[in-house]
Every structure is written in C-alpha cells, then in structure tokens.
C-alpha cells in the first residue's frame, strides 16, 4: 500500500472514531439520564444539566477526532492550497463549535482557569 492510500484509510478510521464517540457518548448519556429518571436518587433533580453536559463532552471528543481526521486527509493526501484553504475553514467552525459547547458545560471559555474552591 503507497503512503496516500494508508493515510487516507488512517483518516478514514479517524473519520470513523469521530462518529462513533458522539454516537456512543449519546447513548451512555441518554441510558444515564434514563436510569436517574427512573430511580428515587438524590441526582433526579439534575438530570437535564447533567445529560445536556454528557452530551456535549461526547460530541467536543467527536469534532476532536473529525478534526484530526480532516488535518491527516488534507496534508497526507491533497496538500494543494485550496485544500489547505478548505480544511482551514472547517478547522475554523469546528473550533468555534468546541468553544461554543465549552462554554455550555462548564460556564468558562476554554482559556479561563477554575474557579478556586472554598
């Protein structure tokens, strides 16, 4: 197998990775949130943040990986400018989205340390 093809198979499983983290991480998230429903635990009260929270670090994992797989592609593979331009503006959204669901679970950009606890 040439270089090419093995990076485009290795983009490909990564490709693959990606999806499966979010789809995976929506079932665990949604199979947690289902049993904290169903049972009389303290934690009933917060369900919703809870699943909202699950879901959002499944699917920050799943761009990760969709990203790594775009870089690998489109460097390994095609390094021609416009596809250098092409992956650059997905790394762009992409990122924008990872700050976005950042933001939605942990109320802080990714930037900002923890609060000190008391």
Same mark, same amino acid.
């Given at each position: 197998?040439?270089?090419?093809?093995?990076?485009?198979?290795?983009?490909? !499983?990564? #490709? @693959?990775?990606?999806v %499966? +983290?979010?789809?995976v991480?929506? =079932?665990?998230?949604?199979?947690? /949130?289902?049993g904290?429903?169903?049972?009389?635990?303290?934690?009933?009260?917060?369900?919703?943040?809870?699943?909202?929270?699950?879901?959002?670090r499944?699917?920050?994992?799943?761009?990760?990986?969709?990203? !790594?797989? #775009? @870089?690998?592609?489109t %460097? +390994?593979?095609?390094?021609?400018? =416009?596809?250098?331009?092409?992956? /650059?503006?997905?790394?762009?959204?992409r990122?924008?989205?990872?700050?976005?669901?950042?933001?939605?679970?942990?109320?802080?950009?990714?930037?900002?340390?923890?609060?000190?606890e008391?």
């Amino acid at each position: 197998m040439e270089f090419q093809g093995a990076m485009e198979a290795v983009g490909k !499983a990564v #490709d @693959i990775a990606g999806v %499966v +983290a979010i789809v995976v991480g929506i =079932a665990v998230a949604s199979f947690i /949130a289902a049993g904290a429903l169903l049972g009389k635990g303290p934690d009933r009260t917060d369900v919703y943040h809870q699943y909202r929270r699950r879901l959002g670090r499944s699917i920050l994992l799943g761009l990760e990986l969709l990203v !790594a797989a #775009d @870089i690998i592609r489109t %460097v +390994a593979v095609t390094p021609t400018f =416009a596809s250098v331009g092409v992956l /650059a503006l997905i790394v762009l959204i992409r990122t924008f989205l990872s700050f976005s669901l950042e933001l939605e679970i942990t109320g802080r950009w990714p930037w900002q340390k923890k609060p000190l606890e008391t």
